[in-house]
Structure formats: C-alpha cells, structure tokens
C-alpha cells in the first residue's frame, strides 16, 4: 500500500508484519502471498533522520559542522575567537537538541576597543586615545619644548588600531648653541665655544687683557656678573 502515514524526524522504510521487524515491503508496493484467510496487520518501519548544524563567520576558528540524529542532544562548540573582536553568541540560538531540519548558527560579534598613548615629553599631559580595532587613525600635533626639536616617535603610528594598546613616545633632539665672548674694552680673543641646551659648560681660560683691570667673571650684559 501506499504510506500516507508520517513521523517527525524519521524518514518512511517500508512495511513490516510485526512492530519490531524489517521492511519487507516497499511504499506502493502490492502485498501478495503474504498470508491466507486472515486479517493482515502491516507496520511503518521508520528510520531516523539526521541534520546538519553549520556555523558562518567563525573568525580565526576552525569549527566542524555538527552532524546528529533527530532528537539527540547537542553539545556545541567552544566560542570562537576572532583577532579584534569579542564573540557575543550565535544566531540562531544552537538548540538543545537537533531539530527535523538543517540550521546555519553565525557568529554575532563586537568590536575591541584600545588605547594608544602618546607620551610627549615636554611637560604636556600624556594623551591617551581609544579608538576600535582597525579604525583609521590620523593625528596631527604641532609639538614644542624649550631648548629642544621635536624629532619624530620612538615607533611609527600605525594607520590603523591594531589589536592592542600602544605607547607612543616623542623623540627630542637638544638645540645646539654656541656661546660668543667679548672683551667689553679689553683686548685679544677668546674662541667661541658650542654647546648644547641644558648641558653643562666648562668656560674657556680667559685670554682677554684690559689695562688697569683684573677679570672678576662673565657676564650676559657689559655690566652683570653671571658666572
């Protein structure tokens, strides 16, 4: 006989004549010899199905699908990982147990946000500015310290956020300077001297002569002694 029975989750066989016994006819098929002169009784043999439960952007994480008979109980797998982002869940939801059908779970995911730090050196508090894994970054600053050049960072700022904090750290350059020295009515030379911004100075040996005066010091005007 034709089946127009149905079973959630299992697929039709054939026929048995005991509850527990094989098919021994197929759907449709016509039931001949199968006995004489009594009701005949035919069971629905079923077998059960199975469903696939695949899973979409995984990120940086090889996941099976899952492969299981209808009804068994599942046990999903780790969270994946994903260089930036934080998984959240899958959607949809991975069932408790494998339903009469295939079901595609995707990852739902949110960005990482990190700090990039610039530390300046120059008196000025550090700057610190967080921005989401891979967002563009472009900074401008118009950096400044007495007696100093600004000479660049001690690493390249990235274009981009990586997955990560960084430091950042501005690179000085001292000026140099020189320092000139007049006689202020004395006579003979002194050569000038260079030096740099903050540094320490080992003034020359005067070779300055001035008739009737004795050299007391140095001056940064004709008339103060400062050193």
Known sequence: PKNLFSKKGHSFEGWATSSNG??????????????????????????IDSHTISFLDIGDSPIAAIVQDYDSKITGPKDPIKVGYTFVRWSPAIPERMPDHDVECTAIWSINSYDLTLVFGNGDDDRILTYGYNESISLTFNLSRTGYTFTGWDQEIPSRMPAYGLTIRALWSPNEYSISFLSNGGSGTIDRIGTCYDSDVTLPTNGFERTGYGLTGWGITSSEITY
Request: charged share 10%; proline share 8%.
């Open 22 to 47: 094989p098919a021994i006819r197929s759907d449709g098929s016509k039931a001949q010899n199968l006995s004489t002169g009594a009701p005949i009784t035919l069971y629905a043999v079923w077998s």
